[in-house]
Nanobody
Framework: QVQLVEHGGGLVQAGGSLRLSCAAS????????MAWFRQTPGKEREFVAV????????SYAHSVKGRFTISRDNAKNTVYLQMNSLKPEDSAVYYC????????????????WGQGTQVTVSS
């Protein structure tokens, strides 16, 4: 069992930046692939970014490539999502997810989830 808590959401103007963090506890953090998803009302949860156990591999949704960066600090049991050049379309609840088994890009794969943090980008 691992517990995940997201921080860093808020209100930002278009073109601005936010950094989200997700702190994990309960198990060895380096054993988990970590990912970010997001969800807006009326839409299914959407893949945003993923990072493997050591941080050697990352992958991003096409909509955020070049603007978002996922990273992790295993010594701090924390994964980050740096979001730059934010657009109103990025507004969503952002969720941190974790799983030991591998890197995947769909919601149903991940076993552990945080509570989410709201990101709102104004135009």
């Amino acid at each position: 069992q691992v517990q995940l808590v997201e921080h860093g959401g808020g209100l930002v103007q278009a073109g601005g930046s936010l950094r989200l963090s997700c702190a994990a506890s309960g198990r060895t953090f380096s054993n988990y692939v970590m990912a970010w998803f997001r969800q807006t009302p009326g839409k299914e949860r959407e893949f945003v970014a993923v990072i493997d156990w050591n941080g050697d591999y990352t992958s991003y949704a096409h909509s955020v490539k070049g603007r978002f960066t996922i990273s992790r600090d295993n010594a701090k049991n924390t994964v980050y999502l740096q979001m730059n050049s934010l657009k109103p379309e990025d507004s969503a609840v952002y969720y941190c997810a974790a799983d030991e088994r591998g890197v995947q890009y769909y919601t149903e794969f991940y076993e552990y989830w945080g509570q989410g943090t709201q990101v709102t980008v104004s135009s």
